[in-house]
């Protein structure tokens, strides 16, 4: 890919951001739980078969493919999840949403797109009108997927079991990209691993319930779910070498309806984020073994039972297609705003795609943030404190010059694999 192509292709931007600004806000104002992304999923089919793409709707649910075949050339996908949170928006923005809707129960709860895939779906849908407009400027086959219920882990498993690559082919390479609290305009790439592996557990401790008073004819669950509570504390702390990395996260309890009853049973649950298989394996033993544990010294009547709920694979960038386009981007953005990525302790079921397909993907990041704001706050060490990340009630991109960015990641890795001006085919 030549200076040219790439500028060719990304000539039509500047006069493309107003109408990408209005899809932003109209988006983040419209945010929709996973797999009941209805309204956002009708648009973007609108807007790709508008731009000239072949599409295909309701795959895995609320899914959306576009297909642009431009002659001999490898097939490259681009993904864009579009799915909200059940978060009250407190950005205090013009455009913050309002929006309330019903959750899996059928609980009215306020949704926000705090994660950012309202970016995520206006960047796709820019880039893919872009490679439309400029499709003399490369050659091959460009896949646009808009991927729902991607917060529930979900959505891209669905996809693919739903037939994506017989409709749409089977990708040469995979890309996608996430916004993040970084300074706006930047870029961050990174070899291998990029995001955690999760696995989240729910887990029954069964009691013997019984009168408040009388202790002594009840096995009580509250105190066997604090002993598994603080004795889960020494896996991460006790287990594991200081040289790895875990996260084990009780982030559910729930025992007990009156101070003068003591409860039958004990829910937790857990989350465990791990960058590595061999030690997620012994993390998920380490539970297994505490969690049987502390209910045989407690007496419990019957073995506790553990049961998976959602479950993310780690994020793993190919070597190769990870080097050549992080090339790309340094060459168009410059080294100063093209950055390695640390590691992220968040989840992705992006990688399904690439392992579906047998084919290389790339993950990335991209800043989202006010650059002041962010680098103040990092220099004075109050960045973990201050700076509002990914599903906080405050997370608040700024549209410029993030709007834009996003676009042209999506174009200069898309051209970078595309066949282009006779150069070599990427991936
Ligand atoms: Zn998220
Ligand atoms: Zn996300």
Redesign the pocket.
């Known amino acids: 890919m030549t200076t040219t192509d790439r500028a060719t292709v990304l000539a039509g931007l500047g006069e493309l951001l107003p109408g990408l600004e209005e899809l932003y806000l109209d988006l983040h104002r419209n945010p929709e739980l996973s797999f009941a992304e209805h309204r956002t999923a009708g648009k973007l089919a609108d807007r790709l078969r508008e731009a000239g793409y072949e599409v295909h709707t309701g795959i895995g649910g609320t899914g959306v493919a576009g297909v642009l075949r431009n002659g001999d050339g490898p097939v490259v996908m681009l993904r864009a999840d579009i799915d909200a949170?059940p978060v009250a928006e407190k950005t205090g923005l013009p455009y913050a949403s309002e929006v309330r809707a019903p959750n899996q129960d059928g609980d009215a709860v306020p949704v926000m797109h705090a994660?950012g895939h309202d970016m995520h779906a206006t960047w796709l849908d820019g880039a893919a009108r872009l490679l439309a407009d400029g499709r003399d400027g490369w050659r091959g086959t460009v896949v646009v997927v808009y991927q729902p219920g991607?917060?529930v882990g979900e959505g891209a498993e669905t996809m693919v079991r739903d037939g994506l690559f017989n409709l749409v082919g089977t990708p040469a390479v995979v890309l996608g990209q996430h916004v993040v609290p970084g300074p706006a305009g930047w870029v961050l790439t990174r070899p291998g691993v990029l995001m955690a592996a999760t696995d989240s557990l729910r887990i029954v401790l069964h009691g013997r319930g019984g009168h408040g008073s009388r202790p002594e004819t009840t096995v009580d669950p509250a105190v066997l779910a604090a002993s598994v509570v603080m004795r889960l504390q020494t896996i991460v702390s006790r287990e594991i070498a200081a040289t790895e990395q875990a996260v084990v996260t009780v982030g559910s309890m729930h025992v007990g309806t009156a101070a003068n009853v003591i409860a039958e049973e004990a829910v937790l649950e857990v989350n465990v984020r791990t960058f590595d298989e061999q030690v997620r394996q012994r993390v998920l033993a380490a539970i297994e073994r505490i969690v049987q544990g502390e209910a045989a010294a407690a007496g419990a009547p019957r073995p506790p039972e553990i049961t998976p709920i959602a479950t993310f694979p780690v994020t793993s960038n190919d070597e190769g297609a990870n080097r050549t386009l992080t090339e790309a981007f340094t060459a168009h953005f410059g080294a100063d705003r093209t950055m390695e990525a640390p590691l992220v302790t968040g989840s992705e079921d992006f990688g399904e795609f690439g392992r579906a397909a047998g084919a290389p993907s790339v993950f990335w990041l991209v800043g989202g943030l006010d650059p002041d704001f962010v680098l103040t706050a990092m220099a004075e060490g109050r960045f973990e404190r201050d700076v509002p990340s990914?599903?906080s009630p405050r997370f608040a991109p700024v549209l410029h010059p993030t709007l834009r960015t996003g676009v042209e990641t999506l174009v200069v890795a898309a051209l970078t694999f595309l066949s282009v001006g006779g150069g070599k085919l990427g991936a």
């Open positions: 949170l994660c991607e917060e990914n599903h």
